[in-house]
């Protein structure tokens, strides 16, 4: 079975304090079984390897969250972290 091109979105930093946080959204395909990560025109995606990001379902697995999972770990953050701005809870009323 085949399904059009789907969206997943993944936070990659939790908004807080005042910080809006990143969020990724990942595309991708579920063909016979097989979740696929794609870019927005549907072209696959690839590893640092050049191998496919993809991943067949096992029985009771959600696509959704299948490509949840990919699009997390090989779809890095594309802000850099060591320069950001660190943003503290309020203290109190001065």
């Known amino acids: 079975m085949s399904k059009p091109l789907e969206t997943v979105f993944v936070t990659m930093k939790p908004p807080r304090y005042g910080d809006l946080g990143v969020v990724e959204e990942g595309h991708f395909k579920t063909v016979d079984d097989v979740v696929t990560l794609v870019d927005i025109n549907g ?9 496919p990001i993809r991943h067949k379902l096992r029985p009771g697995e959600d696509p959704r969250k299948v490509a949840y999972r990919l699009t997390k770990e090989h779809i890095p953050n594309r802000r850099g972290d060591f320069n950001r701005t660190i943003n503290y809870p309020p203290i109190g009323k001065f």
């Open 43 to 51: 072209v696959q995606r690839f590893d640092k390897k050049g191998k």
